[in-house]
């Protein structure tokens, strides 16, 4: 039975090449995962503050990023660069992940960009996503709020949601 609150297993590459797959999540207790695209004005208004929020994530947290319009068949293109070059400008040396066709039946429900989610080391999705751009200090606000109800089981070293948030 397929758990529709999972991101999907994946194997892609980041921006700059390397390979990555779902993996990712058991890095940390808490991955913020935001969706963005070159083309999106707000997505692309708020990478300075994602850029400032990977520098001084809260402990047990990372963020990725998501391009949603460039996927791993596009390395080497003028997509590819212009990505790239938003980041660079925005000091964005986060790491940003390629889409790829295994991550396509969930990137296709995201509706509205920038998108941002929230996912535990077992690559459950924990919280509802927010649309929208924020300002570090919000994300931050965030992220600290979803680790405070992240709390280990007595015998597992399994992370999961408090239930009494």
């Known amino acids: 039975m397929e758990d529709r609150f999972r991101f999907p ?10 390979p990555v797959t779902d993996a990712v999540f058991a890095e940390k207790r808490l991955t913020m995962v935001n969706m963005w695209a070159t083309w999106c004005p707000p997505c692309v208004g708020e990478m300075p503050d994602l850029a400032e929020l990977a520098r001084d994530m809260p402990e047990g947290s990372q963020l990725v990023g998501i391009v949603m319009d460039v996927s791993v068949g596009d390395v080497g293109t003028p997509a590819h660069a212009k990505a790239k070059a938003i980041l ?3 000091g964005a040396d986060f ?3 390629l889409r790829s066709d295994d991550m396509t039946p969930y990137l296709s429900g995201v509706r ?3 998108a941002t989610i929230f996912v535990n080391s077992e690559g459950r999705v924990i919280e509802q996503p927010l649309v929208g751009a924020r300002s570090a200090s919000e994300y931050c606000a965030e992220v600290e709020s979803l680790l405070d109800g992240l709390n280990p ?9 408090d239930p009494r948030r």
């Not at 297993?9 to 390397?18: D, L, V």
């Not at 089981?153 to 949601?161: A, C, M, T």
């Open 9 to 18: 297993a994946f194997s892609s590459q980041t921006i700059e090449g390397a």
């Open 153 to 161: 089981p007595e015998d597992s070293n399994v992370w999961v949601l």
């Open 95 to 97: 790491m940003q992940i």
């Open 88 to 90: 660079s400008q925005a």
């Open 112 to 114: 509205s960009i920038p």
